[in-house]
């Protein structure tokens, strides 16, 4: 079945490293992606999403790469700060025949230490 | 602009208590959807709808109703409610199918807990 999964639940960084947070997904057909951030309390919010059709997107200290072969996507947080903690969840469309439904995966949480 | 909105943020419900979580949005979204998140899972997709008038099942539609009379507006009812649906439940909204590249806003989230 179809399936979008994180490899560690937590990560743990220095403020002022670089952040990476993987996401495997099972779905070969799904053709867009995204990264959202849930703060403790709130709403996930969307960081920054990418199309099959591309490997690499980049936002304002984020950057997300995909790779196809091994249906694997990160996400890349430079300088990290104590605002970037947070679960950071990834999510594809399942495929472009069902483009009305969003797989999310379980979760990583960030934490950011001094 | 007030973005979506969710009433309440937190309840409480006996079990076989029927309820409604309201959710609102002001940006003339088309699609709007509603899901829940558990413990150490990703958001699962209740019910949603691509337009008012128009609403079809999600991956756990089981227990929840829902009706789309105006864009605005997207209730999700709890018929019986049961243990199992304590959860946090996340109104969502976006202008168009959110699989084609339409950023998805979420609602700030209603605690549910049912005893």
């Known amino acids: 079945g179809e399936s979008v999964g994180l490899h560690l639940p937590t990560l743990s960084v220095q403020e002022g490293d670089n952040s990476i947070i993987n996401c495997a997904y099972s779905?070969?057909?799904?053709?867009?992606f995204i990264w959202y951030k849930q703060e403790s309390g709130k709403g996930p919010q969307f960081i920054i999403d990418?199309?099959?059709?591309?490997d690499k997107r980049q936002g304002q200290r984020v950057t997300v790469l995909l790779n196809k072969t091994v249906k694997h996507l990160s996400l890349q947080i430079a300088a990290t700060q104590p605002g970037d903690s947070a679960v950071y969840f990834c999510a594809e469309n399942s495929g472009s025949y069902n483009t009305d439904k969003l797989i999310f995966g379980t979760g990583t949480r960030l934490q950011v230490f001094p | 602009n007030a973005g979506v909105t969710q009433t309440p943020k937190f309840q409480v419900l006996k079990t076989g208590q029927s309820m409604t979580l309201q959710c609102a949005q002001d940006m003339n979204h088309e699609y709007m959807s509603w899901y829940r998140q558990d413990p150490g899972m990703g958001l699962r997709l209740i019910h949603y709808?691509?337009?008012?008038?128009?609403?079809d099942q999600g991956e756990v539609p089981n227990g929840y109703n829902v009706s789309r009379s105006t864009t605005e507006d997207f209730p999700l009812r709890l018929l019986s409610a049961a243990p199992s649906q304590t959860s946090v439940y996340f109104c969502a909204s976006s202008y168009s199918l959110p699989g084609t590249g339409n950023t998805i806003y979420f609602g700030e989230g209603s605690w549910l807990t049912v005893v």
């Open positions: 709808s691509v337009g008012a008038g128009i609403t």
């Open positions: 779905n070969s057909a799904s053709d867009y």
């Open positions: 990418i199309r099959s059709n591309m």
